[in-house]
C-alpha cells in the first residue's frame, strides 16, 4: 500500500524533532532555585543515547588554538562510589561540588571502560590508554602522559607539570616505557610519604603540599591525587568513607578558591574533578568495601569540569569516558595526543 507523501512528510519532521529536542543539554537551575537538581538528573540521563555521536561544529581543530585556558588541574578523588556523589540527589556529601557545578559542566554519563583499579584508572586518565597495570607501582605505564607530551609540545621546564598524590604508587604517572619517551620529558613528582614504595600520606598533608607548589611553581598541568574515599573503604569504615567524600568535597573548593584568587590562575584555569574507579554496586562481592571489575558501581565515575572554554551550568548525558580527559586537556593546552585513544569531548566547550 502506497503512504501518501503528506504523511511521511509529517512522520519525518515528528522525528526529527523528537531527535533534536533529546540531544539538547540540560541547564542546571539557579543555586537559589526551590527546585533540586534532581529534576534535571532524571531529564538529563533520558538524553543519554540520543546524544551519541554529535558533533560540535563550533569547536575548532586541534590543530589550531582554540582555548583561553593556559592551566587545567585534574583532581581525582580516590574511589568513591557514584550513589554516595552526584547519584545520591540531596548532594549531601558533596555540597561545594554542588555549587561548583554552577560555574561548569557535569557529565552524568562518564565512565571507567577498563581495568577499574587505582594505577590503571590513572594512567587512562593521563595517557588515554586502558591497560591491566599491576596496582602496586611496579610497572610504568606503556605510553607517554599528558604530562610529558606537553613539556615536550613546550619546551617548558619540569616544573610546570606535576603530580601530586597521597599515594605513593602514583609517581609511576610521572613516566613510562615508551620508546622515545621513557625517560624523557618527565614532570615532577611528590607522591606519599617520599616517593615511590614509601607508604601512603594524608590527604591534608596532600592539599598542603599541593598549594605550595600552585603558589611555588604556578604550573600549567597538575594532577592531584586524594586518597581517603578508597582508603576507609577498603578498611570497612563507612562512617570514615563518608567523611572522606566530604572533606575531599572542601578541599576541591579550596584548590578552586586559591585559583580564582590568583592572578595568574584566575579565569585561565580548567578544573576537572573525577575519579579513577568507583566501587562495587550493593549486592556486588563485598559492595563498597573493593572494587575491580566492570559493575556499574566500579565504572560510573563523576566528572565537573570548570573553566573559560567550557559550558557553564550544565549537565550533559553525553556518554564519555575517562580516556576521553587527555585528548581533551591536549584540547585545551594545544598539545598531541597521538597515542591516547580517547577524544576529545566536544560538548563539554562551549
Ligand atoms: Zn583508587
Ligand atoms: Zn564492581
Known amino acids: 500500500m502506497r503512504i501518501p507523501y503528506c504523511v511521511k512528510l509529517f512522520v519525518s519532521i ?16 539557579a543555586a537559589n532555585s526551590t527546585q533540586d537538581t534532581g529534576t534535571a538528573q532524571v531529564t538529563t540521563t533520558t538524553s543519554t543515547t ?3 555521536g554529535t558533533t560540535n561544529t563550533t569547536t575548532p581543530t586541534s590543530s589550531e588554538p582554540c582555548c583561553k585556558t593556559e592551566n587545567v588541574i585534574i583532581i581525582v578523588i580516590d574511589g568513591p562510589r557514584y550513589s554516595e556523589t552526584w547519584g545520591d540527589y540531596t548532594r549531601q556529601n558533596i555540597p561545594n561540588l554542588y555549587r561548583l557545578q554552577y560555574e561548569g559542566v557535569r557529565l552524568d554519563s562518564f565512565n571507567n571502560m ?6 590503571s584508572g590513572h594512567d587512562a586518565i593521563c595517557t588515554g590508554n586502558y591497560e591491566n597495570l599491576e596496582n602496586t607501582g611496579q610497572v610504568l605505564p606503556q605510553y607517554s602522559s599528558i604530562f610529558q607530551n606537553y613539556l615536550k609540545s613546550t619546551g617548558k621546564p619540569a616544573e610546570k607539570a606535576w603530580v601530586i598524590a597521597s599515594k605513593d604508587k602514583l609517581q609511576i604517572l610521572g613516566n613510562c616505557q615508551e620508546e622515545g619517551w621513557a625517560g624523557k620529558y618527565m614532570p615532577r613528582t611528590d607522591c606519599g610519604n617520599a616517593g615511590l614504595f614509601t607508604g601512603y600520606r594524608s590527604d591534608d598533608t596532600t592539599l598542603i603540599r599541593a ?3 600552585l603558589t611555588t611553581y604556578h604550573p600549567n598541568l597538575m594532577l592531584i591525587n586524594f586518597k581517603d574515599p578508597d582508603y576507609y573503604g577498603h578498611g570497612m569504615q563507612w562512617d570514615n568513607y563518608i567523611n572522606a567524600i566530604k572533606e575531599t568535597d572542601a578541599y576541591v573548593k579550596e584548590l578552586y578558591d586559591l ?21 562495587h554496586l550493593p549486592g556486588v562481592a563485598d559492595g563498597y568495601v573493593s572494587h575491580g571489575d566492570g559493575c556499574d558501581g566500579c565504572r560510573h565515575i563523576e566528572f565537573l569540569g570548570i573553566g573559560p572554554d567550557f559550558k557553564v551550568g550544565a549537565a550533559l548525558g553525553t556518554p564519555y569516558e575517562q580516556i576521553d580527559i587527555s585528548k581533551t586537556v591536549a584540547k585545551l593546552l594545544n598539545f598531541n595526543m597521538e597515542t591516547s585513544k580517547g577524544k576529545v569531548m566536544t560538548q563539554l566547550f562551549k
Open 259 to 279: 585559583i580564582q584568587s590568583d592572578d595568574t590562575y584566575k579565569n585561565k584555569t580548567t578544573i576537572i574533578v573525577t575519579n579513577d574507579h568507583g566501587r
Open 14 to 29: 515528528v522525528a526529527l524533532s523528537f531527535f533534536y529536542s533529546c540531544g539538547k543539554e540540560t541547564k542546571i537551575p
Open 114 to 119: 577498563g581495568t577499574t583499579n587505582t594505577d
Open 50 to 52: 540520543t546524544t551519541v
Open 211 to 213: 598549594k605550595n607548589v
